[in-house]
């Protein structure tokens, strides 16, 4: 792979639509070896949650001041946290590592980053339980990749016109 390449490839497992989802085939097409293309998607996708906390954080510090947002803010969280606490006192950390390691459409580390977030979980068991789920997506994309290739060498074929 170039550095453009790897560059692409690192930008795509931290962008919030693709993560592995786009990055790990975006490395194999363009000639990865397959185990560096996991181990190398991973690490990248692994460093969202703790940027997104160091961002979401210093955000909400910011617009804590004003009083609009916090009383918007303080509705909303107690809202969400009301509305799943059965669910998130069942499955907790367990859960916020399932919903992050499904590679599907809006789930992956943002999500589950923003969830355990705004319910108040602990930062290092959420960034714990990211980490093990971008693990065990990365190896279901890398396995969908093994087993069906073909089924995406739509990407690589040329047309003609």
């Known amino acids: ?21 786009g990055a790990i085939p975006y490395a194999i097409v363009n000639n990865a070896n397959p185990v560096f ?3 190398y998607c991973v690490f990248f996708n692994s460093l969202i949650a ?3 906390y160091l961002f979401i954080l210093t955000i909400h510090k910011l ?4 009083a609009w947002y916090r009383k918007l803010f303080e509705k909303f969280i107690t809202r969400a946290r009301d509305k799943i606490k059965k669910s998130v006192e069942k499955y907790g950390y367990f859960g916020v ?5 499904i590679p599907l459409p809006l789930t992956g580390a943002y999500t589950g980053t923003a969830g355990a977030w705004v319910l108040g979980l602990s930062k290092r068991k959420t960034i714990l339980a990211v980490t093990a789920g971008v693990v065990i997506s990365g190896i279901i994309v890398s396995l969908v990749l093994y087993f069906g290739i073909e089924t995406f060498s739509f990407f690589t074929k040329k047309v003609s016109i």
């Open 1 to 21: 792979m170039t550095p453009s390449e790897l560059l692409i490839t690192a930008l795509l497992s931290l962008a919030p639509i693709s993560e592995l989802r």
């Open 37 to 39: 293309a996991y181990f």
């Open 50 to 52: 703790p940027l997104f």
């Open 63 to 66: 617009f804590f001041k004003l």
């Open 97 to 101: 590592m399932l919903f992050v390691a």
